[in-house]
């Protein structure tokens, strides 16, 4: 009778890869270093605003991207977060957690769109309608 032994988790290279539970604990790290400063912060990532957390406290409002490695790794912005970062500028904040699984470590940058360089990749949406869906819906003309 076959017997589990153990798991083994393959991770590719430097590939960014989405697991819910690195991102939670980047969420923490990001929420519990807000509070270590006096501020309030609300996590807002479900809403889709281009930034994950809006961040009160003496008289500041800090809209911050939270992005987590569990080592460490190139970090992605969506088109939203990357407007979103050139609207609020100094009121954007980015901040990058690495090591999360293991030992996090939090990067901060403050108004990332005039202070990072990035390198702008291009991705196309496309809707593939497959034969056997739109040869029984069309209507066959002679030309």
């Known amino acids: 009778m076959p017997k589990?032994?153990?798991?083994?988790r393959a991770v590719a290279g430097d590939e960014m890869v989405s697991d819910k539970e690195i991102e939670r604990i980047g969420m923490e790290v990001a929420m519990a270093y807000e509070r270590m400063h006096g501020r309030a912060p609300e996590d807002v990532s479900a809403l889709n605003?281009?930034?994950?957390?809006?961040?009160?406290?003496?008289?500041?409002?800090?809209?911050?991207?939270?992005?987590?490695?569990?080592?460490t790794g190139d970090v992605a912005l969506t088109p939203n977060e990357w407007f979103k970062a050139k609207r609020f500028k100094e009121q954007y904040w980015l901040y990058i957690v690495e090591n999360a699984a293991i030992n996090p470590k939090l990067y901060i940058i403050n108004n990332p769109a005039e202070k990072l360089e990035v390198?702008?990749?291009?991705?196309?949406?496309?809707?593939?309608?497959?034969?056997?869906?739109w040869k029984w819906k069309g209507r066959v003309e002679k030309v």
Not at 4 to 8: E, K, M, N
Not at 119 to 133: A, H, M, Q
Request: no cysteine; glycine share 10%.
């Open 4 to 8: 589990l032994v153990g798991v083994v």
């Open 119 to 133: 390198i702008e990749k291009v991705e196309s949406v496309r809707f593939i309608v497959p034969v056997n869906k």
């Open 49 to 71: 605003l281009g930034y994950d957390i809006r961040s009160k406290g003496d008289g500041e409002v800090r809209y911050i991207e939270v992005k987590a490695r569990a080592t």
